[in-house]
């Protein structure tokens, strides 16, 4: 399983498949060991105090008993609240009942205090929810909030989608757990949009179902493993030529600052020559990285470049023009931010977008894929997978769909969800150095959809170290990222070589 993520739909027929070969509750009865294992870890030998277990109607609501059951015969004090609802449960979950009822934990009919709890652990309702979150379930997960200790989620946090991250209803809720145990599989759901806040740290137990049970999936967590191919360290016998021409087409009038950003993020991510070219004439010198060559778009030579258009490029007719060109040609190109926004009004450049042969890395953010999709931006955050899916099909392209848990995706279906990254990068100009990093990595041979996974990972890590060195989340600018992302890049690379001597 290691890194991937399966939907709803295939946690649901795998259960069903492991089922058909076990006695019943066998399943349920594995969650809540593991879940019970990953409790009292937790709790860390801090038995003084109780332990709230919130179950559900519903299965959910079974693998929580089990739990209750089990940290009651390891001597946990366990305080139970059962919201059994009105339909009739599974054997399965009222067989947990019994064995809850069976051990120490004690039963509250009513929903205790916000009080000084060791752990809660939140079993209301799993992966099959499918309407917001009311009344009483509404007001503990809002009390859950409150308390100060813990949150422990079984498969995911209650209110929260599974597959798309989204919280389920408008106006819905959703458990901000700080650890999340899921089950069977990793879940798409707990690593972007509103699943970044409200999973915490994710943990997969397997249950030890048979490996040969799970289908192929389409999605995985990002790692540098999906770009270690790339790592290569340079050669002593090496020269600039060797690692590409990188333009950055954008900076029009009163926006250059985007394209030196780019520009840099090229430059610290290691391409040979960085060109600046500008649609509107502009001071032709950056005094903090005199490297950077500055043209202007009219007259420059795009061929033999990797192109990254759209950074500052605005919406004049010199900009169409100069996109136009990039797009018509024959170079690698990484389509980002105003350039997004001149294709996405125009149906002939996204023609001409799709029959292009060269890679083709386009970064919008929510709102500008919505622009290209005819969507709103909320559709897209609803459902950033399918998205992100959407865009490369119809762009013929990788897309990196940004955001809490960037998505990138590719024409044949397949996603990555990136992990790294922080507030932080919610700051202007970040997707400028993104943009640059991502067309560094092309002008350096990698192939688009390593580049685009290894761009959006470096630059979260980058991100993480700034965090880590003291600078930000708030406050952290986007010129400090370029620096941070050559040393992430150089340790992988180092660590990466290590790897290789032994």
Not at 153 to 159: E, F, I, K, N, W
């Amino acid at each position: 399983m290691d890194n991937r993520l399966y939907s709803v739909a295939q946690i649901r027929a795998l259960e069903a498949a492991a089922a058909e070969a076990l006695e019943p509750g066998a399943l349920m009865r594995a969650a809540g060991r593991a879940a019970a294992d990953a409790a009292l870890a937790l709790l860390d030998g801090a038995r003084e105090r109780p332990v709230l277990v919130l179950a559900g109607p519903g299965n959910n609501g079974g693998d929580a008993l089990e739990l209750a059951a089990n940290l009651g015969e390891a001597g946990v004090d366990v305080v139970v609240l059962h919201l059994a609802g009105s339909g009739k449960p599974s054997p399965e979950a009222a067989q947990a009942l019994v064995r809850a009822h069976a051990s120490r934990a004690n039963f509250a009919d009513v929903a205790p205090d916000v009080r000084d709890w060791a752990l809660v652990v939140d079993g209301l309702f799993g992966i099959g929810l499918e309407r917001p979150l009311e009344g009483r379930y509404r007001d503990l997960v809002l009390a859950i909030d409150r308390v100060r200790c813990p949150v422990l989620a079984l498969d995911v946090p209650s209110g929260l989608d599974a597959d798309s991250g989204a919280v389920v209803g408008p106006n819905g809720v959703a458990v901000h757990a700080t650890h999340t145990i899921t089950f069977i599989g990793d879940k798409p759901g707990l690593h972007t949009a509103e699943g970044c806040d409200h999973a915490g740290i994710v943990q997969v137990a397997g249950l030890d179902l048979d490996l040969a049970l799970y289908e192929p999936a389409q999605a995985c967590v990002a790692s540098p493993a999906l770009f270690a191919s790339m790592l290569a360290p340079r050669r002593r016998n090496s020269h600039k030529g060797q690692f590409g021409d990188l333009a950055v087409v954008g900076g029009a009038r009163g926006m250059a600052g985007a394209a030196v950003l780019a520009a840099r993020g090229a430059l610290y991510a290691g391409a040979g020559r960085v060109f600046a070219v500008t649609i509107d004439p502009v001071q032709a010198f950056d005094p903090l990285q005199p490297e950077l060559m500055f043209r202007l778009a009219h007259d420059f030579d795009m061929a033999g470049r990797v192109l990254v258009l759209g950074p500052g490029m605005g919406g004049a007719m010199e900009a169409m023009r100069a996109l136009g060109h990039g797009i018509d040609s024959a170079a690698p190109i990484v389509l980002d931010a105003d350039g997004l926004n001149l294709v996405a009004a125009s149906t002939e450049l996204q023609a001409r977008l799709t029959h292009r042969q060269a890679p083709t890395v386009v970064t919008p953010h929510p709102l500008e894929a919505a622009r290209l999709l005819g969507r709103s931006a909320a559709e897209v955050q609803a459902d950033r997978l399918g998205t992100a899916r959407a865009l490369a099909k119809r762009l013929q392209a990788v897309v990196v769909l940004k955001g809490a848990g960037s998505v990138i995706a590719r024409p044949d279906g397949e996603v990555a969800i990136n992990p790294t990254g922080n507030p932080g990068l919610a700051t202007g100009g970040s997707g400028d150095v993104l943009a640059g990093v991502c067309g560094a990595l092309l002008a350096q041979g990698w192939p688009a959809w390593e580049a685009a996974i290894g761009a959006v990972w470096m630059h979260g890590a980058a991100a993480d170290r700034l965090v880590e060195q003291g600078v930000g989340p708030v406050g952290m600018t986007a010129g400090e990222l370029p620096a941070a992302v050559r040393s992430v890049l150089n340790g992988l690379i180092r660590d990466r070589g290590q790897v290789r001597a032994r």
